[in-house]
């Protein structure tokens, strides 16, 4: 490890003894959705310095540290959580970045993340959520993004796509997915959407790999010199889960239809169909929580951008390898995971479950579903460690072992 990375990690260690509690006026504070005792009308905010740590097979070691500043309302529930964070990459640099969440009613909320590095790399999303509408049977959501991800990586396409194979490339994007959907009934939802997504390839930041087009052609790997796609969406749900953010119990089935066409401004005349299933079974009150998850995906088309097939690997699909390491025309996916609470722990105010989560990842790319080879599939193991503050702030470290080494992610939110 390098001498500088110690540096910050003992200093981010020490600024943990540094975490505290205190009580501002609400109307200093705008974002609080209501002020906590011991004063009436003031917000409790702690504020709780960590240290970054994170390691992908794409982008290597990060470090650095970050600061969380969590508001509560008067049922102590953290409402608004602000975390500025600056890191350090070996090829990309220092990267500052702002992540904020706000939560002023259980059932709407606004995420953002802004984030810049040196090199390449930037980073601006905005997700909102809203099922306050109609007696809480319409729900609105909208995620906007701007990105430029210097790490991508190809490999060919396949289930056999060889590691020897990998070449480096920038995925400069920009685009929305905005979706509305209707509650039918107690268990059913309609929903409707559409995505628009701009994709720009451009030499990526890893100079010992070789670049995406010394080895593929546009001929070969379509959409390697950019795309457009405008699709519409619909999807069916049926869900008996008891929350939506942290199910504990119940049962998650989404059947979905988008068609990207071309005179819309898609690049082509493609379709996705998607299947996927989940349950959450729960034993000693829910201390252990068996869960797990099946989705199939298949694209069907001519001349489709390669990042706009079937895909995995990564955070929420294969943990044991890096974002979009396997491409085809289709993916069967299985998780299965056994969440374990360990302890209920209160640190600076803030009370935490933390989980360990054994997992397995199951799944293959393919060009059909029929054609599914059992020697296709990867198998990856695999541990996660989590820290869960009711009713919506999960943070994640997730570490899976597939045939290319470790993988490691860091991130907030369940992977499914």
Known sequence: MPLRCVHIILASIMMLTVGCTSYIPRDSFWLAA????????????????????????????????????????????????????????????????????????????????????????????????????????????????????????????????????????????????????????????????????????QRGAFESLPDIRDRFTTATVPGIDGFTTHAARVALVYSTLDSRDMPTYGGYTRISFEPTIKDLGGAENYRHYEVEAKGYIPFAESRFISVFRLMYNQTLGERVPFLEQSILGGETTLRGYGRNRFIDNSFLLCNLEERIRLIRWEIFGVTADWEIAPFIDMGAVMESLKKADSSNFEFNPGVGIRAVVRPNIIGRLDIGIGKDGPAVFVGLGYPF
Do not use: C, W
């Not at 960590?50 to 309302?73: D, R």
């Not at 809480?136 to 396949?158: A, I």
């Open 34 to 201: 209501g002020g906590a005792d011991p004063e009436e009308g003031a917000v409790k905010l702690v504020s709780i310095p960590l240290p970054v740590i994170a390691a992908s097979p794409n982008e290597g070691v990060t470090y650095g540290a970050l600061t969380a500043f969590l508001a509560h309302n008067r049922q102590d529930e953290v409402t608004t959580l602000l975390a500025p964070q600056v890191t350090y990459n070996d090829t990309f640099g220092l990267t500052a970045s702002l992540y904020g969440a706000y939560y002023p009613i259980p059932d709407r909320n606004m995420e953002f993340n802004l984030s810049q590095s040196g090199r390449v790399n930037h980073d601006y999303e905005l997700r909102i959520k809203d099922s306050s509408f109609l007696d809480r049977k319409l729900e609105l959501n909208g995620f906007f993004f701007k990105l430029s991800d210097g790490s991508s990586r190809f490999f060919g396409f396949n289930a056999k796509s060889k590691q020897q194979m990998e070449t480096n490339y920038a995925d400069n994007e920009v685009g929305y997915n905005i979706s509305a959907g209707y509650q039918i009934g107690r268990h059913f939802q309609i929903t409707v959407g559409d995505r628009f997504r701009d994709v720009k390839i």
